[in-house]
């Protein structure tokens, strides 16, 4: 089967999963959803983003309606038997253009027992579960509108389209005596179709938003004056992030650990293990070499009151003899309370990547920082409103070739009201 082939059965199996889902949904009688339609109203930026080929690094530019649907999203489950289950997540974005897709679609596979230890399986499309910043609906944040640099680029380039299997140890299963308050799990990936990932980090750098990317979305991103030069002129100035284009595996592989419900720690080294110098001509997408760790946790001070971290490193590279060569790193800490029916969280992050390669007609260094406070009120069990404001500084050595500053400073006030059910 060639590369284009197999991209374009990814569509066919995602259309496919959608009617087996809905099917096996409507016979098993047994079909548990939750969904969220958010409207926003926001100040914007003084530059076009960057799906619109821009320089903005958040996602309300200067061409975005002050006032919008901002997002829609829906899980769904469905229970097959005693071992077996379907969830799939959809989600709508107005920007750039209307869009409709999958941002997960997989199969889970549990064993039955009664003892501590279990084997599970995903099948299928999903995120791999390096966050803890993004357990609401549709992968999305409960505490800031906008998503850290870390997990807004997981949004972005990062999905696994493979089969994931994890062995754990559940302490409640137990007796009493013989708990320790300690629970882990551990985790092994292995997957084709996310080769371009990279792609955004070295030619935009990091961004702070709340936008993923469905199945088979193509991402524009700012035509920038290196991609004119020889050696760069094949890549589109674009990225596809999930398809497949070096015919290699990737693998991932990480470790839970939790204690006592209060700390929580996830651990995880990712490598998409691919060949940078394999280029698709057709879609003019290169295979990048992209590998990082993830580490993540979550301290439960107080009922009310959570710390969460998380810190990403790692390096990407494309091209003959690796001609982009880019180390990146980004941290954040997010603090939020709880009090009744109403939530505040702020959150500080900062993020680069560093320029490793020979050609010097390509900058890809960039860096910056957000600190980002949002107060939510939820009104009743379907009404939630709420207020967010962002300060994004970001230097980004290529947008010279824009005759703009490389460093820049954007402030996004936004106000947004959900309907959830």
Do not use: C
């Not at 039955?112 to 357990?135: D, H, I, T």
């Not at 494309?318 to 880019?326: A, E, L, P, S, W």
């Amino acid at each position: 089967m060639s590369l284009m082939t197999m991209n374009k059965s990814l569509h066919w199996l995602t259309l496919a999963s959608l009617s087996i889902l809905f099917s096996a949904a409507a016979q098993a009688n047994t079909v548990q959803y939750k969904g969220v339609l958010q409207a926003s109203w926001q100040s914007n930026s003084k530059y076009a983003a960057w799906y619109n080929r821009g320089v903005s690094v958040n996602r309300f530019g200067t061409e975005s309606e002050r006032l919008n649907l901002s997002r829609a999203a829906i899980d769904l489950r469905t229970e097959l038997g005693s071992t077996w289950s379907l969830l799939a997540s959809a989600q709508y974005v107005p920007d750039p253009d209307s869009k409709l897709g999958f941002t997960e679609l997989f199969a889970q596979y549990h064993t039955l027992n009664k003892g501590p230890r279990q084997w599970q399986a995903r099948f299928g499309g999903f995120y791999p579960r390096m966050s803890l910043e993004n357990p609401d609906i549709g992968w999305s944040s409960p505490y800031n509108y906008s998503y850290s640099a870390i997990n807004a680029w997981l949004g972005e380039e990062i999905r696994t389209f493979g089969t994931e299997v994890s062995f754990k140890h559940s302490d409640n299963r137990l007796s009493r005596r013989q708990r320790t308050g300690h629970n882990w799990e551990l985790v092994g990936a292995l997957y084709k179709g996310n080769d371009p990932a990279g792609t955004l980090l070295a030619w935009r750098g990091w961004a702070v938003h709340d936008r993923q990317s469905v199945f088979n979305e193509a991402i524009a991103f700012a035509p920038i004056n290196a991609l004119n030069a020889p050696p760069l002129a094949k890549q589109a100035w674009r990225t596809e992030p999930f398809t497949e284009v070096d015919g290699r595996f990737g693998y991932y592989l990480g470790a839970h650990w939790d204690y006592q419900k209060r700390h929580t720690l996830r651990l995880y080294w990712y490598d998409n293990n691919g060949d940078p110098s394999v280029l698709n001509y057709h879609t003019g997408q290169y295979a990048w070499d992209t590998k990082f760790y993830s580490a993540a946790y979550r301290f439960k001070i107080t009922r009310s009151t959570h710390l969460v971290m998380q810190a990403m490193a790692g390096n990407t590279a494309m091209g003959k003899r690796r001609g982009v060569d880019n180390d990146f790193s980004s941290q954040f800490i997010l603090l939020t309370h709880k009090w009744q029916d109403y939530r505040v969280s702020g959150r500080v992050e900062q993020f680069d990547v560093k320029d490793r390669d020979f050609w010097d007609f390509d900058p890809n260094t960039s860096e910056g920082g957000a600190v980002t406070l949002t107060g939510r009120w939820q009104l009743s069990e379907h009404w939630h409103v709420g207020m967010e404001f962002q300060y994004l500084e970001s230097k980004v050595a290529n947008r010279a070739d824009f005759t703009v500053p490389t460093r820049q400073i954007e402030q996004l006030w936004r106000a947004s009201a959900e309907l959830r059910f």
